[in-house]
């Protein structure tokens, strides 16, 4: 119990230090075991299978085992100084530290990189998102060092590019790592067969391409469903190793222990020289899956998963690789390759048992790992960096919970290639240490700089942090890219795929908005605009999407001079990520004034952090209206003159807890998904019957009516602007987007016109177009087309 107190006292002194003695004395004892055991099932399956194939690989044909036992005492001295030194030393006591408002990752890393210094390339940033509540955490006062390292970052255009190419990096060794390690996983748990079964080795590729596939067609329903089974399963698992690992290090070698001294190490390395440094790709292989304790912790607390590895996890897969190490140095006579094999240390009388609980361990690690694919790539589309795909929600309890159709086939696919196309375990482990590896350095290398611009530290401490566990890391990283050859390859391949869809995406999103911000129209131009073409009004409330946050959009001016009519009630939203992974509904919406009040035009600014979950169409639709009513009162309350609202970039926070003043009627409404709500104009509403016989889909929902205070005082102008924004939300809302065709201009370089006109492009018209990716209704959409010559 020593490391339950010790973890406990440094959790409560860290959150005394930074204000939150509150959250302490909050979180009990209980609370704590009770997420501790949960996270076996999230976080630790992936690390808790790896003794599956840990020795099968390092043995595999580097070096060869003598019957003196150096190299089994070499090979499990390094096993244990690694567990030790990267995730108890590393992770449990440094990196888990730096949490981003309590999530974890590589993206956590490089968003508070970003809100200490200015880096981000993530367009339409404002100083207003500043404001939000976990923007800014409480830090000591800056160092000189620290001061000079902002500096040279900000400075630096091309440092910028290179940070955020070292994230994407890591977040592509994470997607190649979801292809990886359900094969390895499932293979290694499966070739038991081998060993059980006489002449059945050829039936472990089917088999695990079996399980694979019915591993990744149950995606759909959500780890909800079956997630409370996860933990027993990994528990069970775990004492089962423990137990197997107890048994042979007492019956077959009590003096085992002896391989901790790093003595073996050293002699290791000096008899098998060359091997040996290669063997060590298999090695490092015994810390796959330690990433998933930062990158998940957002769904618990750090101090649950610092309990979890030191009391369960580490002292059960240390004992699993000792008992392992014990029955190997015991039997030198097995040939064949089942020598170093799992399976051949398990009793024979109750190795079909432990083949069955092995299997579900490895179906529960990759599904952990698959998961963590959805969420990372959720991450990177919120921020701009990865094309639009379907995000699934897959539980409406517990957050976090999601599907991605198209990543799911993706995956599946490359995985059944890896299975069938390697057929071993030697080669998968080359390809997935090399993965698991390279992650590693990047969150290395970004907590380094976090030490510095974060923590406040000085340069000497992060020197001292990226020399001790870089150089380790990076002895691990060229073993394993030393075997390019030899399976390798793959995750470099992968990353380079995934990469290059990454930038190219992200390269033609900033342009686009370049584009944007050059083009938009002046707020002169909209004034003038009424007597020179003849404006009409038409009733409704009109919602014109645009990446910009001050200005007129160029698809407005295109749309009104072909079409001179517009909406009753106008609105420019802007649905922007920062880099916080959340924002509090309070502050979820900016409302302004676009021109004088009689225009009825308004501004609103929609944030979302990279995690947060997006409204669908009719609950933003109620919320927007909510807002704008509550942002008009609030106008007239507020000191400043209401001509200050007539300049665009005046904004006000509005948040989407109701208020007394303004009240929704809400009654319950059966309705086709497709429909808007209350359309009083005939043709509108024909058009809305046809789809309503088309589409016989009917789901169940809250018919929202707006209704106006009846408090004496109120201003009569505000009573009328209300009373305006209420009858133009009753005739319907129509959303207004750019379909936009992004070329490269005439004279731009070669490399420029084949990422926009071919990568972006293909991009562009193979993902989920904005209105999907936004819940749109298709009777509620007008696309506006547009060329864009970037």
């Not at 009040?597 to 009719?618: P, Q, S």
């Amino acid at each position: 119990m020593f490391w339950q107190y010790f973890l406990l006292y440094l959790s409560q002194m860290d959150l005394e230090a930074r204000g939150f003695a509150h959250v302490a004395e909050k979180e009990s004892w209980k609370t704590v075991l009770i997420l501790a055991y949960q996270s076996l099932g999230v976080v630790y399956g992936d690390l808790s299978i790896s003794p599956l194939y840990v020795y099968r690989n390092t043995f595999a044909g580097d070096i060869q085992h003598s019957e003196t036992n150096e190299e089994i005492y070499g090979v499990l001295s390094f096993v244990f100084w690694t567990l030790t030194l990267i995730p108890l030393f590393k992770y449990v006591f440094i990196v888990l530290r730096a949490d981003d408002n309590g999530e974890g990752g590589t993206f956590a890393l490089y968003s508070l990189l970003c809100r200490h210094a200015k880096i981000s390339l993530l367009p339409n940033g404002q100083v207003a998102d500043e404001e939000l509540s976990n923007y800014k955490l409480e830090d000591p006062p800056e160092t000189k060092a620290g001061s000079r390292v902002k500096g040279v970052l900000e400075k630096h255009k091309i440092l910028h590019t290179v940070l955020l190419l070292v994230a994407l990096i890591g977040t592509c060794m994470v997607i190649g790592d979801g292809v990886l390690t359900p094969a390895i996983s499932v293979f290694s748990a499966v070739s038991g067969l081998e060993l059980s079964m006489s002449h059945h080795e050829y039936a472990v590729v089917p088999i695990t391409c079996l399980i694979l596939v019915g591993l990744f067609a149950l995606q759909h329903y959500g780890t909800h469903r079956v997630g409370f089974m996860f933990a027993p399963i990994v528990l069970t698992w775990l004492i089962c190793i423990s137990a197997i690992g107890l048994y042979n290090i007492i019956h077959w070698n009590p003096h085992v222990y002896q391989a901790f001294s790093p003595y073996y190490m050293y002699k290791f390395l000096k008899k098998t020289q060359r091997g040996g440094w290669m063997s060590l790709g298999g090695i490092l292989l015994c810390i796959t899956g330690s990433e998933a304790m930062f990158a998940d912790l957002g769904h618990f607390s750090q101090l649950s998963i610092k309990i979890a590895f030191t009391s369960i996890v580490y002292p059960a897969v240390i004992l699993a690789y000792m008992g392992q190490a014990a029955y190997i140095s015991r039997h030198h006579t097995i040939s064949g390759n089942y020598q170093f094999g799992f399976y051949v240390s398990v009793p024979e009388h109750i190795r079909w048992p432990v083949l069955g609980i092995a299997i579900l361990a490895s179906v529960v690690g990759s599904q952990a790992i698959i998961t963590g694919t959805f969420s990372i790539i959720k991450q990177c589309t919120a921020l701009g960096c990865f094309p639009r795909v379907k995000v699934v929600h897959t539980s409406n309890k517990i957050y976090g919970q999601i599907y991605i159709p198209e990543i799911n086939w993706i995956l599946m696919t490359l995985c059944l290639a890896v299975t069938v196309g390697f057929r071993d375990t030697k080669r998968m482990g080359n390809a997935a240490g090399l993965a698991v590896i390279t992650v590693m350095l990047v969150t290395t290398c970004l907590m380094s700089l976090v030490i510095v611009l974060c923590w406040h530290k000085s340069a000497l401490l992060a020197l001292c942090f990226i020399l001790c566990f870089g150089s380790i890391e990076a002895l691990y990283f060229s073993a394993s890219l030393i075997k390019f050859l030899e399976g390798a390859w793959v995750p470099l391949v992968l990353a380079l795929i995934f990469m290059s869809i990454m930038y190219a995406w992200h390269y033609g999103t900033i342009k686009k908005y370049e584009f944007d911000m050059q083009n938009k129209v002046s707020m002169k131009w909209l004034l003038g605009l009424g007597p020179s073409l003849g404006i009409v009004r038409v009733p409704g409330i009109g919602l014109i999407h645009t990446e910009l946050v001050t200005g007129i959009p160029a698809i407005f001016s295109h749309f009104v001079t072909n079409l001179p009519a517009f909406h009753q009630v106008l609105v420019f939203v802007c649905i922007k990520s920062v880099p916080v992974p959340y924002v509090l509904p309070e502050e979820r919406f900016l409302i302004g004034r676009v021109g004088p009040k009689e225009y009825r035009l308004y501004r609103c600014i929609v944030r979302y952090g990279y995690r947060d979950a997006h409204m669908d169409d009719h609950e933003f639709e109620n919320q927007l209206i909510f807002s704008i009513g509550e942002f008009i009162q609030s106008e007239r309350k507020s000191p400043r003159a209401s001509n200050d609202f007539c300049q665009d970039g005046k904004m006000t926070v509005i948040g989407t807890t109701r208020k007394e003043d303004i009240k929704f009627h809400e009654e319950d409404e059966c309705m086709p998904s497709a429909s808007i709500s209350n359309i009083r104009s005939p043709i509108i509403q024909s058009i809305h019957d046809i789809t309503e016989i088309n589409s016989p889909k009917v789901t169940k929902r809250k018919k929202v009516r707006f209704l106006l205070p009846n408090s004496p005082e109120m201003d009569p102008s505000v009573r009328d602007e209300l009373q305006e924004l209420s009858e133009a939300k009753e005739s319907g809302t129509a959303f207004i987007l750019g379909h936009s065709y992004v070329k490269a201009k005439k004279g731009s370089s070669f490399l420029k016109k084949l990422v926009i006109n071919v990568a972006y492009d293909f991009l562009r018209k193979n993902c989920r177009g904005p209105s999907t990716a936004l819940s749109i209704p298709h009777i509620s959409l007008l696309e506006v087309g547009m060329v864009y010559q970037v």
